[in-house]
């Protein structure tokens, strides 16, 4: 019996594998009395990508729309969450690369915002591998990632946090991030309750051991994590990052 077992679970493991299963690992975390959703996702094995528009050509805007833009091609959407700034119509302000293709270049303009408090950052995948790195340092590589966003401020570089950022800052919103480790695993994190950009920043590096991080924003924070039981719907979205698998027959 377990000669017959063993064999049925290595046939489904081999099965999963086939059909592009993504392992999600999604958590609460709490830090400094705040509980922080982190759903970690490794780049050798799970389909992360960045979503913007549908066929229509149309910017998706939420997580159901891109549900419903998944289906269509046979796929499930296992993880997603906002990702990256983006203007009054929807398009992306900074980097955005979608399978290969970019859409917008490296924004590296002075201004205000968030998303100017330099140094600001991109998230970029491909390969089986994944990062986060600075704006300037990104524009001098020769990268070309699958799919990248920019947005800003970076969060930590070589675990230090932005010179922006003060433990006396008084701001606290609804946040979420993202930071890579290991070179592959990317870790995306939302904060349950209002939160300062320090108390964000300490998060990714004293808990989740993060050298580099990126906010990807505050406010329109939203997370679709089945395996949290959360999704969010608030206001239309801009760009999407996603992890999709292949839908079981």
């Not at 230090?160 to 592959?184: M, P």
Request: contains cysteine; charged residues 20%; proline residues 4%.
């Amino acid at each position: 019996m377990r000669r017959v077992f063993s064999a049925a679970s290595a046939a489904v493991a081999v099965w999963l594998s086939a059909v592009g299963a993504a392992r999600a690992d999604c958590q609460e975390i709490e830090a400094e009395g705040v509980s922080y959703a982190v759903c970690s996702f490794d780049a050798r094995r799970d389909q992360i990508r960045l979503f913007l528009r549908g066929g229509d050509g149309a910017i998706l805007g939420s997580f159901s729309g891109l549900e419903s833009e998944l289906a269509k091609q046979g796929e499930t959407l296992v993880f997603a969450m906002n990702a990256g700034m983006y203007g009054e119509d929807r398009a992306p302000i900074g980097l955005y690369v979608e399978e290969g293709r970019v859409a917008h270049s490296v924004n590296l303009h002075d201004g205000a915002g968030n998303f100017h408090m330099k140094p600001n950052g991109v998230f970029w995948v491909g390969g089986g591998r994944a990062g986060v790195v600075e704006s300037r340092a990104f524009a001098s590589k020769t990268l070309r990632p699958s799919y990248a966003t920019q947005s800003g401020p970076l969060l930590l570089s070589g675990g230090r946090l932005n010179a922006h950022i003060h433990e006396d800052g008084q701001s606290a919103k609804i946040r979420n991030g993202v930071c890579v480790t290991d070179g592959h695993v990317a870790r995306f994190a939302i904060s349950d309750a209002p939160v300062t950009f320090h108390a964000f920043a300490h998060f990714f590096r004293e808990r989740l051991g993060c050298q580099d991080a990126l906010y990807l924003d505050g406010s329109i924070s939203s997370l679709y994590a089945p395996q949290l039981a959360r999704h969010d719907r608030f206001r239309p979205l801009g760009p999407i990052v996603g992890v999709v698998e292949k839908r079981r027959p």
